[in-house]
């Protein structure tokens, strides 16, 4: 791996981290320098994926397109997720979220395009597994991605569009004042990110165990991906009322483009695979 790849590898790990560091961090800047920052890094992950793959030029044909095909679709939703660093975290007042009505629309969409990238590339990834003759753990972890996105995206089109029209129905309303369905359908869709966050956890082990036990991922970095997942699996589960600091670190494993962390780096260690 020349120095050009090694730059590549390291910017394409360092994403996920710096982009939750600045929107938590700094929050929501300017929408042209978001942006434009975005695009900005979009080309910059494009350079970097492309470096890594052209160290492969001649390395199988079809099987080798296969590679790589599944680790750029498990790649591309953190390229989507990145403008975040930008948007900053939800607003957490009514009238806040009003005030940035598209905005959030458009935060949401963005997670269903990306939940919906990432589905296609575990589907790739689990034909090349079989090819390799791993179908245990990649057909079970297919089957509960199978199951978690589509909640996922029911969830993320409660959070981008529904609560926008209830919170405009919120505001002619005395203060405080809620409807007497409102707690329902906030406990129900509570449920059903709990379920499907804790699915693609779970798909997450699966699948890395699948690489584990076709040589793909060594045993160490298997069992940290392994124990990263298990660890996020656990923490969606534990209820609110956990005390400090599970509390808060149910709630961090739990926000949607988190989830697509571990993938995310799944794809990037793909691009090193020897037969990618």
């Known amino acids: 791996m020349n120095r050009s790849q090694k730059s590549g590898l390291i910017y394409l ?28 890094n979009i080309c910059l992950m494009l350079l970097a994926v492309w470096q890594l793959t052209k160290r492969h030029p001649n390395a199988g044909g079809r099987k080798s397109e296969g590679w790589t095909s ?11 997720f990145s ?6 975290p939800p607003p957490v007042t009514i009238a806040g979220w009003l005030d940035t009505a598209t905005e959030q629309q458009a935060r949401y969409t963005i997670l269903i395009c990306g939940g919906i990238i990432a589905l296609m590339g575990f589907a790739l990834l689990k034909v090349k597994l079989e090819d390799e003759g791993e179908r245990r753990y990649s057909t079970l972890g297919f089957t509960a991605l199978g199951v978690a996105i589509p909640l996922f995206i029911l969830n993320m089109v409660f959070w981008g569009y529904y609560l926008t029209v209830i919170f405009q129905y919120f505001v002619t309303l005395p203060i405080g ?20 966050v804790s699915l693609i956890y779970l798909a997450t082990i699966l699948f890395a165990i699948a690489l584990k036990k076709t040589g793909i991922l060594n045993i160490r970095a298997g069992y940290w991906y ?10 969606v589960i534990l209820p609110p009322s956990s005390p400090e600091p599970f509390s808060t670190a149910g709630y961090l494993a739990a926000i949607p483009a988190i989830n697509f962390i571990m993938p995310y780096l799944m794809g990037v260690r793909l691009l090193r695979f020897s037969k990618v």
């Open 13 to 40: 790990y360092s994403v996920p981290p710096v982009a939750a560091a600045i929107g938590f961090g700094i929050g929501k800047v300017n929408v042209a320098v978001y942006l434009t920052l975005w695009g900005v």
């Open 70 to 80: 599944a680790a750029i679709l498990l790649i591309i939703p953190w390229m989507l």
């Open 83 to 88: 403008i975040f660093a930008g948007m900053g």
């Open 177 to 196: 004042k809620r409807p007497e369905w409102y707690p329902p359908v906030k406990m129900f869709f509570y449920v059903i990110s709990v379920v499907e």
């Open 226 to 235: 392994i124990v990263i997942a298990t660890i996020g699996f656990v923490l």
